[in-house]
């Protein structure tokens, strides 16, 4: 089983567009994040969910939303696309305690056409 | 707020050869460190992690020790191979959830 999986893996869309990114997650973990990674494997957070409730956001375009609707799962719903937009997506999750690490999912990239 | 510093690269060695990428970091508190290591087209994975200071995280022959005095996380290798080719990013957790990386370092090991 994966532990963290995101869905889709390739995404190819045209500008204005609007898509969603799913994530679950199986280890029982109760906080979920949002990371977007640029050409240049720079990884910025921008989202992140403790026990369903937003607990980080980042400056990102409103455009980007995020969802929660239990605490395995973390979906990212991105409105109007745009060629700025192209970038690999990660998903993870981890324990609230201080000492743990995050897992991560294989990633979504994301391309604007 | 918190952030990690780390050697720019790309890096490039050959097989055998002693890697060290160096990671400084600002945070408040007591946080926790990571290297995480990202393979081509796949995701982030932990390499190591070290909780408090002096302590020293280990894996694969990567070695890493967390010294409060430098605020430093620098990570070694004593001798790398092809397989070790990869981005290593650096990242710290501290009080407020959020995990914070590193610029990355690309590293290529030629045969």
């Known amino acids: 089983d994966t532990a963290v999986s995101q869905t889709p893996k390739y995404l190819v869309t045209q500008m204005g567009n609007d898509k969603s990114i799913k994530c679950e997650q199986n280890l029982g973990h109760d906080t979920m994040y949002w990371y977007k990674q640029d050409s240049k494997k720079f990884l910025k957070i921008m989202f992140s969910y403790n026990n369903k409730e937003l607990i980080i956001n980042e400056t990102v375009p409103n455009r980007f939303s995020p969802k929660s609707p239990d605490k395995a799962h973390l979906n990212l719903h991105i409105n109007s696309l745009e060629l700025g937009d192209s970038a690999v997506y990660f998903c993870?999750?981890?324990?609230?305690?201080?000492?743990?690490?995050?897992?991560f999912g294989q990633g979504t990239r994301l391309t604007v056409v | 707020g918190n952030s990690v510093t780390q050697m720019e690269g790309p890096v490039t060695l050959s097989e055998e050869a002693f890697l060290t990428i160096n990671c400084t970091y600002t945070?408040?508190?007591?946080?926790?460190l990571f290297w995480y290591v990202q393979y081509p087209g796949e995701g982030l994975q932990l390499l190591l992690k070290?909780?408090?200071?002096?302590d020293k995280g280990s894996n694969k022959g990567f070695e890493a020790t967390y010294r409060k005095e430098t605020t430093s996380f620098h990570l070694e290798k004593g001798s790398v191979q092809v397989s070790d080719s990869a981005v290593y990013f650096c990242a710290l957790r501290s009080n407020d959830y959020k995990l914070s990386f590193g610029a990355g370092t690309t590293v290529t090991v030629r045969a």
């Open positions: 993870a999750s981890t324990l609230g305690q201080l000492n743990t690490e995050a897992f």
């Open positions: 070290a909780t408090k200071a002096d």
């Open positions: 945070a408040t508190g007591y946080p926790s």
